[in-house]
Every structure is written in C-alpha cells, then in structure tokens.
C-alpha cells in the first residue's frame, strides 16, 4: 500500500498521445523570397501516422492568413507548399479533429527575414523628450531601504528585499538584490520583468559568478509577498495596465516603468553594500518579453549599459499593423483598424521598442523562436535588423514564447562573457 500510494503522489498528466508536427523541407527554416516552402504535415498517434485523419488549417503571413482548407489525410499526412513575394514570415497552423478533440501544430518559415525593415517612425523629438524625462525623474531622491533576506542568502550571496524612489516621491521601485558576501568591486546585471504582476525570487545563481544582480518589478509594490496578492490585483487597479495612457506620451504607464529601469541603475551605481560596490564598467540589463523591451529601451537610452540580453522582445513595431504586417505585442492597432486613433499612433511611438533599438551602441544577445504567436518574430527580425551596434543573433525556431534550456544557457553565457565574469 505504501509503494501504491507514493506511485499515486508522483504520477502526472504529461502531453498528449496524439500529436500534429509541421516541418519546412529547409533546415534552418530560412527561405529567399519567391522560393516555395513545402511543409510536411504529420498526424501521430504513438508517434506512429493516424490514418484518415481529419484537419483543418490556415495559411500566410503571420497574422494575415490568407487561406484556410480542410482536408482529409488518408495516410495521416501531407505536403502543403506556401512562399511570400517580400520579406517576412509565413506560417501554417494545422489542426486535427480526433474523437471530438482538437489538438495543433504549426510552422513559421521566413523568407529573407535579414531584409525586414520595421514601419515605425521616430517623432523628432524622441531623445529630448526621453532626456527630460529621465532628468525630472532625478529630482527625486533615491533614498533606498534594505530588508534582509536570511532564507535567500548563502556564503556566497547575501539577498536583500529592497527599493528606491523613481519618478516622484513616495514612488518606488521595489527589488530583489543579490550580492557576493565578500566585499569588492563587481560587475553588474539588471533583470526587467516580463509582463504580468508577481513576486521575484533574485537570481543567486548568476550572483555566485562574482556579480550584483538586481532584478525589479515595475509596479511600486514589494516583490516578496504571495501570488494570490499580485493575483488580486492584476485583475483591479493593474488589468490591462499595458493599456493605460496610451494616447499621451506623459501619461503612458511605461513612462514611470522606463524612468524607473534608469534610477535601478543610478541604484547599482550608487551601491556601498557590506562592502560590496558596481565596478562602474561592467552592466548588463536583460529580459524576455516585455523584459526584452526594457532591455531595449535602458540599452537605449543609458550609456552605462554595456552589454544586453533581448529575448522575444515584446512591443516593437506596433504601426505594423496599419499596413497589414505583423505588429508588436500588445499587437494597439490590430484587432480595430477601422476606428484607429491617430493620437494613439503618434504617441505610441514614444513606447516602440524600434526607436529605442536604433539608438543602442553596447553588444547584445537577440533570440526568439520563429513559432510563437505573442511576439510575432517579423518584429523581432525587424528590430535586430535596426541594431547597428556588435549583436548576436541566435533564433531557436521551433519555440513559441518560451525558451528550451539551452538558450536559456547560451543566454546567461553570453552575459557573463561579455561581464568578464569566468
């Protein structure tokens, strides 16, 4: 009974035993425009062919698919061919209907991607208004509060719950900080935050190298309490936050989250810590999603930065869609197009991961997978594209918004090299 209860507890739902793969003819998944992509459909069940199996799928340019067909795989499989006449990414969703269930699959093919150039523009007055911003930001006093964290800590890494002031007073940043216990001088990675509310946990692994590593939130509430807190607000006075004050440049929600990335680094540079201080050369910022925008936008605009991470980078390109091309998450001006406002258009470019990129001159690290359906990878093309500074570009195809763990490895490696860490 004991053997059959332990068994009972450690049992899990894992996968599903049918499965769709779709899988272009080209390796890399790389085509030049006007080539054909033949794509190879396969309904498995046991990892073996389903015969007559029933599918229905969609095809074209991400986003835009431009024709949807059913068919019937007598074998349990198929050749589907697709290609684009300009630069960008098509993709074939496949999905099969088994016993009154669905289950899917999909391929991104791109087509010269290193030709894709994003739409948005630039307003003329983009780094004045930045500058003003960051200079009004610093007005305010830091004045940091430090809370030890013994259950966090090791004899490698001391952790500390802390904040500083941002933008105004009584506005804070709120962070996770991670410092080797012997004092010295140190490098130093900043870690922005994915969309969503949350706790964070710090990164002592990373610290343990030999590195400060402070990884915020960027909602001004501490970062230690449970989920269920965060849960509850996220769905009242932060749901859809990525939403507010998008038609006024000095009222967008990012403007306070961007200001605040700038004043964690004035924190680091500030840092006299049981000994331990930034060695005033060495800064990373790095990110995914939304983080990868903010890795962006601090790379961008501060000069401190000297190296980057951007995965999956989120809210670039957002004007895109007015011309029928894929757009940046939160994807503003796509599901409406018909009652766009101009306004909205204007001052979301203050916010467009692409003016930021543009100004970068540290290396950088871009991944991204060619599936995935949040951040589309015509913008995170376009965007690494726009960079001309050292990068790095390490695409991971077959992932959707998520990373295997080897990019996860070949991410953190990258910036400890670049940190001169060992």
Known sequence: MVLVSTLTLSAQ???TNFTVTVTPDHKDWNYKVGEQA???????????????AQISYEMGPEMYPTEKKE?????????IKGGMKKPGFYRLSVTAHINGKEYKGM???????????PTAQCPADFDEFWKTAIEQARWTALEPTFEYLPERSNSKVNTYHVSFQNDQWGRRVFAILNIPTTPGKYPALLRVPGAGVRPYGGDQPFASHGAIVLEIGIHGIPVTNPQEYYDRIFTAALANYWEHGTNDKNKNY??????????????IESLNKDGVEWDGKNLAVTGSSQGGFLSLATAGLDKRVSCY????????????????VACGWPHYFYYDKENVDMRQVEQSRYYDG?????????????????????VPPTTAYGT???????????????????WYQEQWDEWNAFLLDKLGIK
Request: net charge positive; charged share 20%.
């Open 384 to 402: 690494y594209n726009i960079v001309t500074a050292e990068k790095v570009l390490s695409p991971y195809q077959l992932t959707g918004h998520y």
């Open 13 to 15: 739902i894992r996968g």
């Open 354 to 374: 692409v003016n930021f990129a543009r100004r970068i001159t540290a290396p950088g690290y871009f991944s991204f997978g060619y599936n995935d359906d949040v």
């Open 38 to 52: 033949v794509f190879t459909v396969n309904v498995l069940k046991s990892g073996t062919l389903v015969d007559n």
């Open 254 to 267: 990012y403007k306070h989250v961007i200001t605040g990335c700038i004043r964690s680094i004035d924190f």
């Open 309 to 324: 991470g951007a995965v999956h980078a989120a809210m670039c390109d957002y004007e895109a869609a007015l011309k029928n």
């Open 107 to 117: 391929c991104t093919a791109a087509f010269s991607p290193e030709k894709i150039q």
């Open 71 to 79: 068919m019937v795989l007598k074998d349990g499989t198929a050749k």
